[in-house]
């Protein structure tokens, strides 16, 4: 049976998708060798002979770290046709991942999520740089991300094209250049940008400091809505944030991307609930320090602030 599935896929969260069962295998004991997103699915051909792709490929920087996705030993680590391999053996299953440089040697013994190689360039996908992600058993090519929690597991949002098309856009190099890397994140409110990211004399502390963030127009009791889908780190208030959304989006492109909502008059969700792009999460206030009700919106990558100007479109 044709399981031809386009999937592009993508998402948030370390997490992906999926359209149908695979076997059932030690999941939940599984992590992504990479943490970027899959780009293209499992679809493997109706006979052996045929052309399909008999693994997943997950999209990642050239030189990013690619890990173990279970714990095993290394059977395989050197060059097959031209591109490097590591396999790990689990017992009657085996994992592959291919073009890795390997960082590990055979005979190995790997914990899930331990370094075994660093992504080469070579495998095409949309994105650009892949990691091609496999799993036998014996001759029998299954689907990876049937390994995975459930719970890890997305899927495919409607708009998942545009989003894909946003993430790609959003690729390792752009994140670290500084450059434009459009329709990411939607504006969590429609207000213009009235002070911008970098360093400025704060209004009320009269020192010169990053702003490291945005401050958007609005008006008191304004709906806040999520900039992209992802899950609520934390709920917070203290004296200069006052009220305090932290948003976790997960893994794009390789990179971990946060957003941060300040000074409200309070938030309706609550740490651990999954959100929506455009789901309100809170309503505009001017707790904590701040001179009146605007919504202060800060965008961390991978830990470091960057310019949240830069993730919206328009
Ligand atoms: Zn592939
Ligand atoms: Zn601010």
């Known amino acids: 049976m044709a399981r031809i599935r386009a999937l592009i896929v993508l998402l948030l969260a370390g997490s992906l998708l999926l359209g149908a069962a695979g076997p059932a295998t030690a999941a939940g004991q599984a992590v992504l060798p990479l943490a970027g997103p899959v780009v293209r699915g499992f679809d493997p051909p109706d006979q052996p002979w045929l052309s399909g792709h008999r693994g997943v490929d997950l999209l990642g920087a050239v030189g990013t770290e690619v890990v173990a996705a279970m714990a095993g030993r290394v059977v395989f680590a050197g060059t097959v046709a031209g591109r490097g391999v590591v396999v790990v053996s689990h017992g009657d299953l085996r994992t592959t991942y291919l073009p890795v440089r390997p960082l590990v040697s055979v005979g190995t013994g790997v914990s899930a999520g331990q370094a075994i190689g660093r992504l080469l360039p070579g495998h095409a996908c949309p994105g650009g740089a892949c990691l091609h992600w496999g799993l036998k058993r014996g001759e029998e090519y299954l689907d990876p991300l049937s390994l995975l929690d ?7 949002p409607a708009d998942a094209a545009e989003q894909v098309a946003g993430l790609v856009r959003y690729r390792d190099d752009a994140v670290t250049s500084g450059a434009e890397v459009p329709a990411v994140l939607s504006r969590p409110v429609p207000g213009a940008v009235g002070s911008r990211f970098g360093m400025r004399r704060h209004p009320i502390l009269h020192v010169v400091r990053l702003h490291n963030g945005v401050d958007l127009h609005a008006d008191c009791g ?4 999520a900039a992209a889908p992802g899950r609520v780190a934390r ?6 944030s006052g009220h305090r959304l932290e948003v976790d989006h997960g893994s794009l492109g390789g990179h971990r991307l946060v957003t941060i909502y300040l000074h409200a008059t309070g938030f309706s969700v609550r740490a651990g609930r999954r959100v929506d792009r455009g789901e309100v999460v809170g309503r505009v206030g001017s707790t904590g320090l701040s001179t009146g009700c605007h919504l202060h919106f800060t965008v961390k990558v991978d830990g470091g602030y960057v310019d949240p100007e830069r993730f919206f479109s328009g």
Do not use: A, N
């Not at 304004?222 to 809505?225: K, L, M, N, V, Y």
């Open 150 to 156: 459930e719970v890890q597991l997305r899927l495919l």
């Open 222 to 225: 304004d709906p806040i809505r």
């Open 235 to 240: 709920v917070s208030y203290d004296s200069q």
